[in-house]
Nanobody
Framework: QVQLVESGGGLVQPGGSLRLSCAAS????????MGWYRQAPGKQRELVAA???????YYLDSVKGRFTISRDNAKKTVYLQMNSLKPEDTAVYYC?????????????????WGQGTQVTVSS
């Protein structure tokens, strides 16, 4: 089973930027599709961005043009660059992986979730 460790969250002012990282274990990282999800208090978890093992990407409409998902297969890490952050981006951000891009887009089912990383956008 792939182990995932998210990092890079923090407190940032509106309009600021953060880059989240998700380090994964496993020898077949390059074959995985990966997704970043978020869950705000009182809300369901939602898919924010996804990237297939190739070059296909998906972005939630509200983050298009502001967030960019990328991956470094050599480092077994997927990133989420977040620019022009807004208070409504405040949430715990999680990453997850699957061999099926469709499964990532569907939000699972996954075997487990990591601890997530808190992003707070506030002045």
């Amino acid at each position: 089973q792939v182990q995932l460790v998210e990092s890079g969250g923090g407190l940032v002012q509106p309009g600021g930027s953060l880059r989240l990282s998700c380090a994964a274990s496993g020898s077949i990282f390059s074959r995985y599709a990966m997704g970043w999800y978020r869950q705000a208090p009182g809300k369901q978890r939602e898919l924010v961005a996804a990237r297939s093992s190739g070059s296909s990407t998906y972005y939630l409409d509200s983050v298009k043009g502001r967030f960019t998902i990328s991956r470094d297969n050599a480092k077994k890490t997927v990133y989420l660059q977040m620019n022009s952050l807004k208070p409504e981006d405040t949430a715990v951000y999680y990453c997850n992986v699957a061999l099926s891009y469709r499964e990532v887009l569907a939000g699972g089912p996954f075997g487990s979730w990591g601890q997530g990383t808190q992003v707070t956008v506030s002045s």
